[in-house]
């Protein structure tokens, strides 16, 4: 079992920057691939982006490639996503999760937190 908690979510304005985290315990979060979803009210969870467990590869979709970087610090158990250039449509409820290999599709993730609630104001 691998239990993971994300925090660093809040209120800012279009164009400022933010920085999530998500702290994992349980099983050795270094050896899953691991990722970020967003929902926002009446719409399917949404990929965002995603790091292989060794770091080497990762993915973003493309409405925020260039704008947020996924990060991993193997020393600490904990994976990031800084967001820069925050746009209103960025906002939703933000997940980490963790699968078995590198996925884009929510539904191949097997870990999941509970979520941070980011809110973009225009």
């Known amino acids: 079992q691998v239990q993971l908690v994300e925090s660093g979510g809040g209120l800012v304005q279009a164009g400022d920057s933010l920085r999530l985290s998500c702290v994992a315990s349980?099983?050795?979060?270094?050896?899953?691939?691991k990722g970020w979803f967003r929902q926002a009210p009446g719409k399917e969870r949404e990929f965002v982006a995603s790091?292989?467990?060794?770091?080497?590869?990762?993915i973003y979709a493309d409405s925020v490639k260039g704008r947020f970087t996924i990060l991993f610090d193997n020393a600490k158990n904990t994976m990031y996503l800084q967001m820069n250039s925050l746009k209103p449509e960025d906002t939703a409820i933000y997940y980490c999760?963790?699968?078995?290999?590198?996925?884009?599709?929510?539904?191949?993730?097997?870990?999941w937190g509970q979520g941070t609630q980011v809110t973009v104001s225009s």
């Open positions: 999760a963790a699968a078995a290999a590198l996925y884009s599709n929510y539904r191949q993730y097997d870990y």
């Open positions: 349980g099983r050795t979060f270094s050896t899953y691939a």
């Open positions: 790091i292989r467990w060794g770091g080497a590869s990762t």
